[in-house]
């Protein structure tokens, strides 16, 4: 038997329906928060997430599904979703349009070669926002209220979010050399990904996961003190409106992200986990990447959260989504000559907007009702020889077991009463 790709799953129907739950609250609140959806492919040039995401990530460097079309074309199964936005902002020129931010969203598949484990999979979903084309920290605070009311919206009260600021560009550079000068001495003792990164971008030594326990992780000079004035000013405007919308935050100078074209602004939301993984959602501001991506200068800021973490969360939680839709009814035959009419009553209700359904599999009248149970149908409209002869149906409420004789021409209207 052939089986499923490592690090993917399948998504029975009764999982389904929370998924589907999860996806309809997701755009409710993009609604609220003026958010509309891109839709982007699921595969791109390589060259845009080297350039976007950075070459010396992991997530390029190690995780990318890369390969080469019939047409020898360079493409990648998506690993993350801002650079295809921005891509698309860029190649549609989104920001000639008089609505500006262009405050997006999406929600789609992603895929990263990654070990597998719980909230760890090679495709995986994710919700995302991106706001383009403002530089205003109370974009900053909006973006991060949208997540939290998403998470909170779905009942998950066990959230902390972690807050830093990775500065401008002369920030940066600062820190970028402070790095350097820290960790060029020992560089022997890190990994060979490490050594690279010393002079191409330091910045990468301080999430690698092999080397993440030498001493001089620890003693790293952090981002907060290079920050300048402008940088360490729009930082304060962030944490002074996030106070004020009373959304409470930790600060954390060493939280860096994987992804190369974080600037300001960087965010993750932690969750209650059973096993290692607690961060659930993580975002940050890339004011450098539109035009890195070959746009004009324009800011951005967003966030992406994956829905497998979000399900695991809750189940810590303990809140379940799960209630099943119950069926309004289900028709039951009795003998031949029904069985002929059943499909043609089924097709009228499901017209007439009803949920409905019948046996299919030749079941005898109990298993019929089996059936029925399974569905959860509120009404059974039970149709048999005498029923045919009197054009009318027996229709049995199953809540509390009372019956009726329904004409078939007034069968939809009653149902319709009823539900
Ligand atoms: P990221 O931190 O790489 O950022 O991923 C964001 C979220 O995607 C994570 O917090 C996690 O919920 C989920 N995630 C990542 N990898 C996996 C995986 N292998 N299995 C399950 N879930 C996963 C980004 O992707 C950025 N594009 C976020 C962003 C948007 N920054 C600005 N705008």
């Known amino acids: 038997m052939i089986q499923i790709p490592r690090g993917t799953y399948d998504v029975l129907p009764e999982d389904a329906f929370k998924w589907q739950k999860i996806e309809a609250a997701a755009r409710e609140i993009c609604a609220r928060f003026n958010y509309k959806e891109l839709r982007t492919p699921l595969f791109e040039s390589t060259a845009l997430f080297q350039r976007g995401v950075g070459d010396t990530t992991d997530i390029v460097q190690k995780e990318m599904y890369s390969f080469k079309d019939r047409g020898g074309r360079e493409l990648t199964l ?66 991060i209220s949208l997540a939290m009311t998403f998470y909170q919206t779905l009942g998950l009260k066990k959230l902390k979010l972690v807050l830093n600021s990775l500065g401008d560009p002369e920030s940066r550079k600062a820190h970028r050399d402070a790095l350097i000068a820290h960790f060029k001495p020992s560089i022997g003792e890190f990994c060979d990904d490490c050594q690279q990164r010393l002079e191409k971008n330091p910045l990468r030594i301080l999430d690698c996961k092999a ?28 944490k002074a409106i996030l ?62 959260l994956s829905i497998e973490r979000l399900l695991l969360a809750l189940d810590v939680e303990g809140i ?55 569905d959860k149908a509120k009404f059974v409209v039970v149709v048999g ?23 078939f021409k007034d069968l939809t209207d009653y149902l319709k009463e009823k539900i």
């Open 211 to 238: 080397d993440h326990h030498h001493p001089l992780m620890a003693t790293a000079p952090s981002i907060i003190d290079y920050l300048n004035d402008a940088s360490r000013d729009y930082f304060n405007k962030v």
């Open 320 to 374: 379940s989504l799960n209630s099943d839709p119950a069926l309004d009814c289900f028709v039951v035959a009795i003998g031949e000559a029904a069985e002929q009419k059943a499909p043609v009553l089924l097709n009228r209700l499901r017209l007439a907007g009803l949920t409905a359904d019948k046996d299919y599999i030749g079941r005898k009248v109990k298993g019929q009702f089996k059936q029925a149970d399974r």
């Open 78 to 143: 998506r690993p993350e979703g801002t650079a295809s936005i921005v891509r698309a902002y860029v190649e549609n020129k989104l920001h000639g349009d008089p609505n500006q931010p262009q405050k997006l969203y999406y929600i789609g598949p992603m895929f990263r070669y990654e070990r597998p484990q719980a909230g760890r999979n090679r495709q995986f979903t994710q919700f995302g926002c991106e706001a383009l084309g403002s530089a205003d920290p109370s974009i900053d605070a909006e973006v």
């Open 385 to 407: 020889d005498e029923e045919l002869e009197q054009e009318k149906a027996v229709v049995k409420n199953m809540a509390d077991g009372s019956q009726e004789a329904v004409a």
């Open 243 to 304: 106070d004020e919308m009373g959304i409470d935050y930790e600060l954390d100078p060493t939280l860096v992200r994987g992804l190369d074209y974080y600037n300001h602004t960087t965010f993750e939301i932690m969750g209650a986990s059973q096993g290692a993984i607690t961060t659930l959602m993580g975002g940050g501001r890339y004011n450098g990447l539109v035009s890195e991506l070959g746009g004009p200068e324009t800011p951005g800021i967003g966030f992406a």
